[in-house]
């Protein structure tokens, strides 16, 4: 009997379809709140079963939900996995929905009783017997009709009806409205007669269409007697090949195109015989076969799982984790109408950029395929070559979706800035389709030839810098910077990841070797200077291969074995890198200066040196054009301004200068180097040397100005790294500091400079005043008096 107070139930909110009284259905449950309450008050209990009247929306409130609903028990539960949870709900009457209420877990609901009109009345009970003796003589079922012989009341059998019917869910929430049983039993009949007019017309249809098979069945025939003939002469595994083959291809949704070009080659193949022709059209048809024109893989957009996934497997990076969780947020909000995503990850070796797009992958569900672009020089790498030629294979992109098995992978392109060029063709502009949302749903591969959909890939490129790719490219990268470690992170990094990895790989157990804390610090400081880890890794290597062969000498009363420096120094040996900075005595005339490389920041020397001569300047250290004209334009600076800085221009012109970069074995170019060409200009003709803890990088204009250059994260680190304790950057850098480690920021003097006057006044030493046999007055050595 209906409840006749109102009652508070848990709530399982239906996107789509409409569960009546009387009727016994299995209901998906997906919604974490859904399944909270379903585990909460299990089997036997009373749930309310609302339908939303938009099913897109995840988190429905009150006014997403139809005002009537059903109240049903819960006979079963069924765990199903990967496809989620199933309850079996028995149907059992209307209620009027009066209010959510939104727990910590799960959502319930206040409901009321509907009152029924005509439930009873007799033109409702002549149109039950109406619509029974209608139904009986069309659906020849047992079960069916015993059902519907019940005795039962005439709302109940509306509703029993209604849901033998394929409805559309608006038609049966139509039957669910209707409190009116006179009104629902004539509503269901009318959905029923329309719905046997239908099935009329489908049997009438599907006469007229068995009728123009005779075709097709001749066809099929004459196949059977060809496959016949074929397996006499060919023998029974070759035939059984090709049939198989068919079944395959037969069995897989394919798009209208690709169905009429498989089925052409089909038949060419059950017509060839053995060779090399049909070898070709085999593999073309297996690939066919192979691809996933439908398979997607299930995802999830949980951005907490991938925030943990990230956090637990790569340390720091706060930047770059962040940017990656925004676009996935943007990707979960976008829900079905997103495009594909490419990223581009973009920093020093070792930093971790394939390992983020691993742990990207693994967080979202998706399976993984790495493509390894470097040296990559053919186009038909990514395109693919033309069938026409001996061995031709389909391209990177499309062999990758064949080994993942579905058409939403993340495929990392791996050092995509190590592409090549040669006679075959450019491959960066075969990428530019590839890498495009607005072309890649249509990415016709030169050995497949037909139309596939790449628009549901997410691309995750690499690269060290991007300098050297063409701007059509680089545009379509949604580019995520990733800069060196910090000396803390790195200490941080072995602890936690390397130090526990390379004892796995070595056989060892943590307690069997005691590491004292700062050990990994030194390791760090004193035998690796890179941007990223990789070299540490190699370093913990080594010690554990040691520790392991004493490990196994060792007996188990000899207890852990114990890592102090002095062990650590036998092991690895004599330390590679020094405080340099802090020890070293320069003379005038060298300055530290800071370059970026494509493998992080980088420490540059600049030396310069005077000799009698006539006044010309030499430059060496393989040098490019533009730190050419760095060099020129500082030494156009000093003589331009000889009488400012009380310079002896008579002397320049009767001394050579040799301004050198040391490395000569490794090109060098760019402008953020003639701050510091200037400084050790400057310190040469003074005399005064440049601050051992100083590095500086700027670029110089012939005004003296100091001009802000790219890279300052970079270099600030690899300044921190080298053990400099001040740094001279541009003022117009400043916005830059932000994205410098708060601890790199406090352990380092950053001075801001807008002219070549500050630079000088910070980076220079002051001298004791000498007499000087050049020019009496002036200090020994000097040639013009600075600031």
Same mark, same amino acid.
């Given at each position: 009997?209906?409840?006749?107070?109102?009652?508070?139930?848990?709530?399982?909110?239906?996107?789509?379809?409409?569960?009546?009284?009387?009727?016994?259905?299995?209901?998906?449950?997906?919604?974490?709140?859904?399944?909270?309450?379903?585990? /909460?008050?299990?089997?036997?209990?009373?749930?309310?079963? *609302?339908?939303?009247?938009?099913?897109?929306?995840?988190?429905?409130?009150?006014?997403?939900?139809?005002?009537?609903?059903?109240?049903?028990?819960?006979?079963?539960?069924?765990?199903?996995?990967?496809?989620?949870?199933?309850?079996?709900?028995?149907?059992?009457?209307?209620?009027?929905?009066?209010?959510?209420?939104? %727990?910590?877990?799960?959502?319930?609901?206040?409901?009321?009783?509907?009152?029924?009109?005509?439930?009873?009345?007799?033109?409702?009970? =002549?149109? *039950?017997?109406?619509?029974?003796?209608?139904?009986?003589?069309?659906?020849?079922?047992?079960?069916?009709?015993?059902?519907?012989?019940?005795?039962?009341?005439?709302?109940?059998?509306?509703?029993?009806?209604?849901?033998?019917?394929?409805?559309?869910? @608006?038609?049966?929430?139509?039957?669910?409205?209707?409190?009116?049983?006179?009104?629902?039993?004539?509503?269901?009949?009318?959905?029923?007669?329309?719905?046997?007019?239908?099935?009329?017309?489908?049997?009438?249809?599907?006469?007229?269409?068995?009728?123009?098979?005779?075709?097709?069945?001749?066809?099929?025939?004459?196949?059977?007697?060809?496959?016949?003939?074929?397996?006499?002469?060919?023998?029974?595994?070759?035939?059984?090949?090709?049939?198989?083959?068919? *079944?395959?291809?037969?069995?897989?949704?394919?798009?209208?195109?690709?169905?009429?070009?498989?089925?052409?080659?089909?038949?060419?193949?059950?017509?060839?015989?053995?060779?090399?022709?049909?070898?070709?059209?085999?593999?073309?048809?297996?690939?066919?076969?192979?691809?996933?024109?439908?398979?997607?893989?299930?995802?999830?957009?949980?951005?907490? =799982?991938?925030?943990?996934?990230?956090?637990?497997?790569?340390?720091?990076?706060?930047?770059?984790?962040?940017?990656?969780?925004?676009?996935?947020?943007?990707?979960?909000?976008?829900?079905?109408?997103?495009?594909?995503?490419?990223?581009?990850?973009?920093?020093?070796?070792?930093?971790?950029?394939?390992?983020?797009?691993?742990?990207?992958?693994?967080?979202? %569900?998706?399976?993984?395929?790495?493509?390894?672009?470097?040296?990559?020089?053919?186009? @038909?790498?990514?395109?693919?070559?033309?069938?026409?030629?001996?061995?031709?294979?389909?391209?990177?992109?499309?062999?990758?979706?064949?080994?993942?098995?579905?058409?939403?992978?993340?495929?990392?392109?791996?050092?995509?800035?190590?592409?090549?060029?040669?006679?075959?063709?450019?491959?960066?502009?075969?990428?530019?389709?590839?890498?495009?949302?607005?072309?890649?749903?249509?990415?016709?591969?030169?050995?497949?030839?037909?139309?596939?959909?790449?628009?549901?890939?997410?691309?995750?490129?690499?690269?060290?810098?991007?300098?050297?790719?063409?701007?059509?490219? /680089?545009?379509?990268?949604?580019?995520?910077?990733?800069?060196?470690?910090?000396?803390?992170?790195?200490?941080?990094?072995?602890?936690?990841?390397?130090?526990?990895?390379?004892?796995?790989?070595?056989?060892?157990?943590?307690?069997?070797?005691?590491?004292?804390?700062?050990? #990994?610090?030194?390791?760090?400081?004193?035998?690796?200077?890179?941007?990223?880890?990789?070299?540490?890794?190699?370093?913990?290597?080594?010690?554990?291969?040691?520790?392991?062969?004493?490990?196994?000498?060792?007996?188990?009363?000899?207890?852990?074995?114990?890592?102090?420096?002095?062990?650590?120094?036998?092991?690895?040996?004599?330390?590679?890198?020094?405080?340099?900075?802090?020890?070293?005595?320069?003379?005038?005339?060298?300055?530290?200066?800071?370059?970026?490389?494509?493998? %992080?920041?980088?420490?540059?020397?600049?030396?310069?040196?005077?000799?009698?001569?006539?006044?010309?300047?030499?430059?060496?250290?393989?040098?490019?054009?533009?730190?050419?004209?760095?060099?020129?334009? @500082?030494?156009?600076?000093?003589?331009?301004?000889? @009488?400012?800085?009380? #310079?002896?221009?008579?002397?320049?012109?009767?001394?050579?200068?040799?301004?050198?970069?040391?490395?000569?074995?490794?090109?060098?170019?760019?402008?953020? =180097?003639?701050?510091? #060409?200037?400084?050790?200009?400057?310190?040469?003709?003074?005399?005064?040397?440049?601050?051992?803890?100083?590095?500086?990088?700027?670029?110089?204009?012939?005004?003296?100005?100091?001009?802000?250059?790219?890279?300052?994260?970079?270099?600030?680190?690899?300044?921190?790294? =080298?053990?400099?304790?001040?740094?001279?950057?541009?003022?117009?850098?400043?916005?830059?500091?932000?994205?410098?480690?708060?601890?790199?920021?406090? *352990?380092?003097?950053?001075?801001?400079?807008?002219?070549?006057?500050?630079?000088?006044?910070?980076?220079?030493?002051?001298?004791?005043?000498?007499?000087?046999?050049?020019?009496?007055?002036?200090?020994?050595?000097?040639?013009?008096?600075?600031?």
């Amino acid at each position: 009997m209906p409840q006749t107070e109102s009652r508070i139930l848990p709530v399982l909110a239906l996107r789509q379809g409409v569960v009546l009284p009387g009727t016994l259905v299995p209901v998906p449950v997906g919604r974490k709140r859904s399944r909270a309450a379903l585990a /909460r008050f299990g089997v036997g209990a009373e749930v309310l079963l *609302a339908v939303q009247f938009d099913p897109q929306v995840e988190e429905p409130a009150q006014a997403d939900l139809h005002p009537i609903a059903v109240v049903a028990t819960v006979r079963e539960i069924r765990d199903q996995g990967r496809r989620g949870v199933v309850a079996l709900v028995d149907g059992k009457e209307r209620v009027r929905l009066s209010a959510l209420h939104f %727990g910590e877990s799960y959502t319930a609901a206040s409901v009321e009783p509907v009152e029924l009109t005509n439930a009873e009345s007799d033109e409702a009970r =002549a149109l *039950a017997k109406s619509l029974r003796s209608v139904v009986a003589e069309v659906v020849d079922d047992a079960e069916v009709s015993r059902t519907l012989s019940d005795p039962i009341a005439p709302g109940l059998l509306a509703d029993r009806v209604a849901a033998m019917i394929e409805l559309a869910p @608006a038609r049966k929430a139509e039957v669910l409205h209707a409190l009116d049983v006179e009104a629902r039993l004539r509503l269901v009949a009318t959905l029923f007669h329309e719905a046997r007019a239908r099935a009329d017309l489908d049997t009438k249809i599907d006469s007229e269409v068995r009728q123009t098979l005779s075709k097709a069945q001749r066809e099929v025939m004459l196949r059977q007697r060809l496959a016949a003939i074929q397996k006499e002469l060919d023998g029974d595994e070759t035939s059984d090949g090709k049939s198989k083959l068919r *079944a395959r291809i037969d069995a897989l949704e394919l798009p209208e195109e690709v169905r009429k070009v498989a089925d052409q080659q089909l038949r060419r193949l059950e017509q060839q015989g053995e060779g090399p022709e049909a070898n070709v059209i085999r593999n073309y048809l297996e690939l066919i076969a192979d691809l996933p024109w439908t398979e997607r893989a299930p995802t999830t957009s949980d951005l907490d =799982a991938l925030a943990a996934t990230l956090e637990a497997e790569h340390h720091g990076l706060g930047d770059v984790k962040r940017r990656i969780l925004e676009h996935m947020a943007v990707l979960k909000l976008k829900n079905s109408k997103s495009r594909g995503t490419v990223l581009a990850l973009v920093g020093p070796p070792g930093v971790g950029k394939t390992s983020l797009a691993q742990s990207v992958a693994a967080a979202t %569900g998706r399976p993984l395929a790495r493509v390894s672009l470097g040296g990559v020089r053919d186009e @038909a790498e990514i395109r693919g070559h033309r069938r026409t030629y001996v061995g031709s294979l389909p391209g990177r992109i499309v062999s990758a979706l064949r080994r993942v098995k579905v058409r939403n992978p993340v495929i990392v392109l791996d050092e995509i800035d190590k592409l090549g060029r040669g006679w075959a063709g450019d491959p960066e502009a075969a990428l530019l389709e590839v890498l495009d949302p607005e072309q890649n749903a249509h990415f016709v591969d030169h050995y497949l030839e037909l139309p596939f959909d790449l628009s549901e890939v997410m691309f995750i490129a690499t690269a060290n810098e991007l300098s050297g790719l063409s701007p059509p490219l /680089r545009d379509r990268l949604e580019i995520i910077d990733i800069s060196g470690y910090t000396l803390d992170e790195k200490t941080a990094i072995g602890r936690e990841h390397l130090w526990p990895k390379q004892l796995g790989e070595h056989g060892l157990e943590p307690e069997q070797v005691s590491l004292d804390e700062s050990t #990994i610090e030194l390791v760090v400081r004193d035998y690796t200077r890179e941007a990223g880890v990789r070299q540490l890794g190699r370093e913990l290597a080594k010690l554990c291969r040691s520790l392991a062969l004493e490990v196994a000498r060792a007996s188990e009363a000899d207890g852990p074995v114990q890592v102090d420096t002095p062990k650590l120094r036998k092991i690895l040996g004599r330390p590679r890198f020094l405080d340099e900075p802090a020890e070293r005595e320069r003379p005038p005339g060298v300055a530290a200066g800071l370059a970026f490389t494509p493998v %992080g920041g980088d420490v540059l020397y600049i030396e310069t040196t005077l000799m009698p001569g006539k006044g010309k300047l030499e430059i060496t250290g393989q040098l490019g054009d533009v730190m050419n004209e760095s060099a020129r334009a @500082a030494l156009a600076y000093v003589r331009s301004h000889a @009488a400012e800085l009380d #310079i002896d221009s008579a002397f320049l012109e009767t001394h050579d200068l040799h301004i050198h970069v040391p490395a000569g074995g490794v090109p060098k170019d760019g402008p953020s =180097a003639g701050v510091t #060409i200037f400084t050790a200009l400057a310190s040469l003709l003074s005399g005064r040397k440049v601050r051992p803890d100083t590095a500086m990088t700027g670029e110089a204009s012939l005004r003296g100005r100091v001009l802000p250059v790219g890279g300052i994260k970079a270099k600030v680190l690899a300044a921190h790294r =080298a053990g400099f304790t001040r740094v001279i950057i541009p003022s117009k850098n400043e916005h830059d500091l932000e994205d410098i480690p708060e601890n790199v920021r406090a *352990a380092l003097d950053i001075v801001l400079a807008r002219d070549m006057s500050e630079v000088l006044a910070h980076a220079l030493e002051a001298v004791e005043p000498a007499l000087t046999v050049d020019a009496p007055g002036r200090p020994e050595g000097v040639l013009f008096a600075l600031p």
